[in-house]
């Protein structure tokens, strides 16, 4: 399935509208969170050629690195800590224009410079969240969350 995603050329929309029903297909049936994870990961790398495109699980009181595209990453980060650790904490997507700005940024990759965290949600519960790096300054905004939110809905037939 994943040779068959199609890049779409159009606007940031356009390209959500149609990976949103490739994604939904791909997890279609899908219960291993970690398999998911891995293709939603190559599928929005592939589309949008983000510099960095990954999951962290939540394990205990860290966030744990998960599948991933891109380099190297940080492997645990805090809870409340840095973007993802905000996201978490909050259980609310986190548009940052500037990591620079970002009081308490975690800087993975010094090459980072915008950054979107979408918290994965069941029961409730903060279980994982997804993060998107760019090299680009003011990279995501409301588009991003939206899609990116629902994204992150299509993971409720996962085991946690």
Not at 48 to 62: A, E, I, L, Q
Not at 74 to 91: D, L, N
Request: proline share 3%.
């Amino acid at each position: 399935m994943t040779e068959n995603l199609l890049i779409h050329k159009g606007n940031k929309e356009d390209k959500y509208k149609t990976l949103l029903p490739q994604i939904a297909s791909l997890l279609e049936g899908e219960n291993d969170l970690i398999a998911a994870m891995a293709n939603v990961a190559a599928a929005l790398k592939q589309t949008f050629d983000f510099f960095w495109v990954g999951f962290y699980r939540v394990k205990g009181n860290v966030l744990v690195l998960s599948p991933f595209q891109g380099t190297l990453a940080c492997t645990r980060i805090a809870y409340g800590k840095g973007v993802c650790g905000t996201a978490w904490k909050e259980k609310q997507t986190q548009i940052i224009p500037d990591v620079d700005l970002f009081p308490g940024h975690i800087a993975c990759s010094s090459d980072s410079r915008s950054e979107i965290v979408v918290p994965l949600i069941h029961d409730n519960e903060v279980f994982a969240v997804l993060d998107i790096d760019s090299d680009r300054l003011n990279s995501f905004d409301q588009t991003d969350a939206d899609y990116l939110e629902k994204v992150a809905a299509l993971f409720k037939n996962c085991d946690f």
